[in-house]
């Protein structure tokens, strides 16, 4: 098993910057990928999008919406993965989560396929105001 637990959301105008962190524990050796996807408010759980992923090896990938203005890190002593958002947009208002797989993937497919994650945190808030 592979516990997540994300922190760091929190309400800012836009323009403004947060960093999200995700603190992985249990049998994290055997992530192969992991990611953050978000949930707009008016969105169910099918709506959810791929946000950012990075792979053992350091590979990263990017949603559309997001490249230029976010970066997905990983301190693998830590265990942790980061999020650096910067420049949000109220239209980046959402339930962040966290995900790892144990499934051999790119972290280009990775944002594509949010069923191949089996390991959720509970999500945290951000909320972008104009």
């Known amino acids: 098993q592979v516990r997540l637990v994300e922190s760091g959301g929190g309400s800012v105008q836009a323009g403004g910057s947060l960093r999200l962190s995700c603190s992985a524990s249990?049998?994290?050796?055997?992530?192969?990928?992991m990611g953050w996807f978000r949930q707009a408010p008016e969105k169910g759980r099918e709506g959810r999008e791929g946000?950012?992923?990075?792979?053992?090896?350091?590979?990263?990938a990017y949603a559309d919406s997001v490249k230029g203005r976010f970066t997905i890190s990983k301190d693998n002593a830590k265990n942790t993965l980061y999020l650096q958002m910067n420049s949000l947009k109220p239209e980046d208002t959402a339930m962040y989560y966290c995900?790892?797989?144990?499934?051999?993937?790119?972290?280009?497919?990775?944002?594509?396929?949010?069923?191949?994650?089996?390991?959720w945190g509970q999500g945290t808030q951000v909320t972008v105001s104009s």
């Open positions: 946000v950012a992923a990075i792979d053992s090896d350091g590979s990263t």
């Open positions: 995900a790892a797989t144990r499934r051999s993937m790119t972290p280009v497919q990775a944002l594509g396929v949010m069923g191949l994650f089996g390991y």
């Open positions: 249990g049998y994290t050796y055997s992530v192969t990928c």
